[in-house]
T-cell receptor, first 112, second 110 residues
Framework: GAGVSQSPSNKVTEKGKDVELRCDPISGHTALYWYRQSLGQGLEFLIYFQGNSAPDKSGLPSDRFSAERTGGSVSTLTIQRTQQEDSAVYLC??????????FGPGTRLTVT | GQQVMQIPQYQHVQEGEDFTTYCNSSTTLSNIQWYKQRPGGHPVFLIQLVKSGEVKKQKRLTFQFGEAKKNSSLHITATQTTDVGTYFCAGPLSSYKLIFGSGTRLLVRP
């Protein structure tokens, strides 16, 4: 079946602009995660959605970051007034609960 | 707060040599997961260990969970160029949130 998909695969934006990153999880997966990975670094947790529960936003680095998940499926991560330090690969993952996470290919964001 | 450390950060081996990466948690883990990320790719789940002292094998890969459930290791026997990538361990920070180790990057000389 189809895996986790993300779009766009690459995004170059000017400092100060807003960007939206999209994630389509695996069908039927109730849990959805966003991570950020800087070059050569580990995975930084950003936000978690589980069904209709309130999301865990504890990893969002600033109030410029927000995310929503509509209808328990597609999720959008929005970064407002982008800064150069926001440049990274943004990874989305989904799971069926406490099981392993399936990652999408990521969106490489470059802020110039 | 809870931390998951991995060593070494990098390992450069000759093809055919063995490789081991170690994962250590500051707290007891209910389980540990291992992921592999190929260069330019995304993390891919390899395995989950749950029981104290558990050992699991996948072909040339051997995974071990410590008796105290605070450490784990991944050993690759006779590395191949296809083993190149970064190996991450991950432990649950809560019932759903994983904390990932910093990863060990494996380079293999053909």
């Amino acid at each position: 079946g189809a895996g986790v998909s993300q779009s766009p695969s690459n995004k170059v934006t000017e400092k100060g602009k807003d960007v939206e990153l999209r994630c389509d999880p695996i069908s039927g997966h109730t849990a959805l995660y966003w991570y950020r990975q800087s070059l050569g670094q580990g995975l930084e947790f950003l936000i978690y959605f589980q069904g209709n529960s309130a999301p865990d936003k504890s990893g969002l680095p600033s109030d410029r970051f927000s995310a929503e998940r509509t209808g328990g499926s597609v999720s959008t991560l929005t970064i407002q007034r982008t800064q150069q330090e926001d440049s990274a690969v943004y990874l989305c993952a989904s799971s069926s609960g406490r099981a392993e996470q399936y990652f999408g290919p990521g969106t490489r964001l470059t802020v110039t | 707060g809870q931390q998951v450390m991995q060593i070494p950060q990098y390992q450069h081996v000759q093809e055919g040599e063995d490789f081991t990466t170690y994962c250590n948690s500051s707290t007891t883990l209910s389980n540990i997961q291992w992921y592999k990320q190929r260069p330019g790719g995304h993390p891919v789940f390899l395995i989950q260990l749950v029981k104290s002292g558990e050992v699991k094998k996948q072909k040339r890969l051997t995974f071990q969970f410590g008796e105290a459930k605070k450490n784990s290791s991944l050993h690759i026997t006779a590395t191949q160029t296809t083993d190149v990538g970064t190996y991450f361990c991950a432990g649950p920070l809560s019932s759903y949130k994983l904390i990932f180790g910093s990863g060990t990057r494996l380079l293999v000389r053909p």
